[in-house]
């Protein structure tokens, strides 16, 4: 009976430890849902549209090799459920002006083709799309979080966001050899839920 008091007090003091790390929306049972909201070719539009925000480079992996579309489409599925109609209207809207002012599908258009089609959404000079800045900021957010976010939700595959940043994860306690100034960080490679979701 005491072990099993202890057991209950070590989680709510976890939960606790840990609640400033992730959003408080974004604590749902959901989280892990495996069926994607989204059509293939919306997949498509998706993951080149985050894989220009954050291209794959010398430093490391994408916004898509991190899994970024996987966490919108988890948060999209869950907690943003309300976004889901305006952001797939946003998806088709990016795709046809992509469509009009480049003559194919923001998929298939070059790295540099994409840029100007996102150039044009961020400065709302998008034709026949008037709330281009809105979405591009949304989905600009959204990759933001699925790349450094906690990896429980979907994105920062493998910690490739954290190890980007140099993040070494949640902590409970450190030691004072770590807290020293040009100590070097060791990775905790954990989640804040204290599970492997590295994928």
């Given at each position: 009976?005491?072990?099993?008091k202890?057991?209950?007090?070590?989680?709510?003091?976890t939960?606790?430890a840990?609640?400033?790390?992730?959003?408080?929306?974004?604590?749902?049972?959901?989280?892990?849902?495996?069926?994607?909201i989204?059509?293939?070719?919306?997949?498509?539009?998706?993951?080149?549209?985050?894989?220009r925000l954050?291209?794959?480079?010398?430093?490391?992996?994408?916004?898509v090799?991190c899994?970024?579309?996987?966490?919108?489409?988890?948060?999209?599925?869950?907690?943003?459920?309300?976004?889901?109609?305006?952001?797939?209207e946003?998806?088709?809207?990016?795709?046809?002006?992509?469509?009009?002012?480049?003559?194919?599908?923001?998929?298939?258009?070059?790295?540099?083709?994409?840029?100007?089609?996102?150039?044009?959404?961020?400065?709302n000079t998008?034709?026949?799309?008037?709330?281009?800045?809105?979405?591009?900021?949304?989905?600009?957010?959204?990759?933001l979080?699925?790349?450094?976010?906690?990896?429980?939700?979907?994105?920062?595959?493998?910690?490739?966001?954290w190890?980007?940043?140099?993040y070494?994860?949640?902590?409970?306690?450190?030691t004072?050899?770590?807290q020293?100034?040009?100590a070097p960080?060791?990775?905790?490679?954990?989640?804040?839920?204290?599970n492997?979701?590295?994928?």
């Amino acid at each position: 009976m005491a072990e099993e008091k202890d057991a209950l007090n070590v989680t709510r003091r976890t939960v606790i430890a840990t609640a400033a790390l992730v959003p408080v929306t974004a604590i749902t049972a959901a989280a892990q849902a495996a069926q994607s909201i989204f059509s293939a070719s919306q997949l498509r539009t998706l993951e080149a549209f985050v894989d220009r925000l954050i291209p794959k480079d010398e430093n490391g992996p994408g916004a898509v090799e991190c899994g970024v579309a996987t966490y919108i489409d988890r948060s999209l599925a869950d907690f943003l459920a309300p976004e889901k109609a305006a952001f797939v209207e946003g998806l088709a809207s990016a795709d046809a002006f992509a469509r009009s002012a480049h003559g194919g599908p923001f998929a298939e258009l070059t790295p540099a083709k994409q840029d100007e089609v996102l150039t044009a959404m961020e400065n709302n000079t998008a034709a026949g799309f008037p709330n281009a800045r809105n979405f591009f900021n949304r989905v600009r957010r959204l990759t933001l979080e699925g790349m450094f976010g906690d990896p429980h939700y979907g994105g920062n595959k493998n910690y490739a966001g954290w190890d980007l940043i140099r993040y070494p994860g949640p902590r409970l306690a450190t030691t004072p050899e770590e807290q020293k100034m040009g100590a070097p960080i060791k990775p905790v490679r954990r989640s804040a839920w204290g599970n492997d979701h590295s994928h």
